[in-house]
């Protein structure tokens, strides 16, 4: 079982272009949330996506948006990128939206805005 | 709002000593209650859950969490650390509703000396 795999681990992108960040989720999962860390901090929800519909969103400008494909996998977009956006994105995949099911990270992809 | 507190940045424990990671949160209601690890490097891997029940609950690796709802707290321990648990440690809380939205503290880091 690979698990929840994302690509590309590393990227570097110029302020203002835009960026997209791609998460496959664990084998049978049909749930992916998308998460930031900043430097020192711990993950911040940016939304959810389940049966291909955004579920819930958090307090994330409308620069960051997403898609999920019948197959469960997702995108992360970000537009007009700014240096604040510098972080680590995880995703997260998980079987159904409820609580009692866990979650599974993968390790991140590292964007740096210069 | 949900919210948790990780009061304690960094944590230095001398290999074989016993360890107490400090969480607590605020939420109106009853909260599920995480506890996740983070390696250099690495996504985020659970370490254990609270949902209901009984109130000390087990988890990977030798950890266990007591859950005190008077105190708001959901502190971590381990009774001998080993130096391989040096990383960063994550509380989180989730609303007891049927989705699944981490709300994550700071984070603490544990360095263990030999």
Same mark, same amino acid.
């Given at each position: 079982? @690979? /698990?929840? +795999?994302?690509?590309? +681990?590393?990227?570097?992108? +110029?302020? /203002?272009?835009?960026?997209?960040?791609?998460?496959?989720?664990?084998?049978?999962?049909?749930?992916?949330?998308?998460?930031?860390? @900043?430097?020192?901090?711990?993950?911040?929800?940016?939304?959810?996506?389940?049966?291909?519909?955004?579920?819930?969103? /958090?307090?994330?400008?409308?620069?960051?948006?997403?898609?999920?494909?019948?197959?469960?996998?997702?995108?992360?977009?970000?537009?007009?990128?700014?240096?604040?956006?510098? @972080?680590?994105?995880?995703?997260?995949?998980?079987?159904?939206?409820?609580?009692?099911?866990? @979650?599974?990270?993968?390790?991140?992809?590292?964007? +740096?805005?210069? | 709002?949900? %919210?948790?507190?990780?009061?304690? =940045?960094? =944590?230095?424990?001398?290999?074989?000593? %016993?360890?107490?990671?400090?969480?607590? !949160? %605020? !939420?109106?209601?009853?909260?599920?209650?995480? *506890?996740?690890?983070? %390696?250099?490097?690495?996504?985020?891997?659970?370490? #254990?859950?609270?949902? $209901?029940?009984?109130?000390?609950?087990?988890? =990977?690796?030798?950890?266990?969490?007591?859950?005190?709802?008077?105190?708001?707290?959901?502190?971590?321990?381990?009774? $001998?650390?080993? *130096? $391989?648990?040096?990383?960063? !440690?994550?509380?989180?809380?989730?609303?007891?509703?049927?989705?699944?939205?981490?709300?994550?503290?700071?984070?603490?880091?544990? #360095?263990?000396?030999?």
């Amino acid at each position: 079982d @690979a /698990g929840v +795999t994302q690509s590309p +681990t590393h990227l570097i992108k +110029t302020r /203002g272009q835009q960026v997209t960040l791609r998460c496959s989720p664990k084998s049978g999962h049909d749930t992916v949330s998308w998460y930031q860390q @900043a430097l020192g901090q711990g993950p911040q929800f940016i939304f959810q996506y389940y049966e291909e519909e955004e579920r819930q969103r /958090g307090n994330f400008p409308d620069r960051f948006s997403g898609h999920q494909f019948p197959n469960y996998s997702s995108e992360l977009n970000v537009n007009a990128l700014l240096l604040g956006d510098s @972080a680590l994105y995880l995703c997260a995949s998980s079987l159904g939206d409820s609580l009692g099911t866990e @979650a599974f990270f993968g390790q991140g992809t590292r964007l +740096t805005v210069v | 709002a949900q %919210s948790v507190t990780q009061p304690d =940045i960094h =944590i230095t424990v001398s290999e074989g000593a %016993s360890l107490e990671l400090r969480c607590n !949160y %605020s !939420y109106g209601a009853t909260p599920y209650l995480f *506890w996740y690890v983070q %390696s250099p490097g690495q996504g985020l891997q659970l370490l #254990l859950k609270y949902f $209901s029940g009984d109130t000390l609950v087990q988890g =990977i690796k030798g950890f266990e969490a007591e859950f005190k709802r008077s105190q708001s707290s959901f502190n971590l321990r381990k009774p $001998s650390v080993h *130096w $391989s648990d040096a990383a960063e !440690y994550f509380c989180a809380v989730a609303m007891n509703t049927g989705f699944q939205k981490l709300v994550f503290g700071t984070g603490t880091r544990l #360095l263990v000396s030999p």
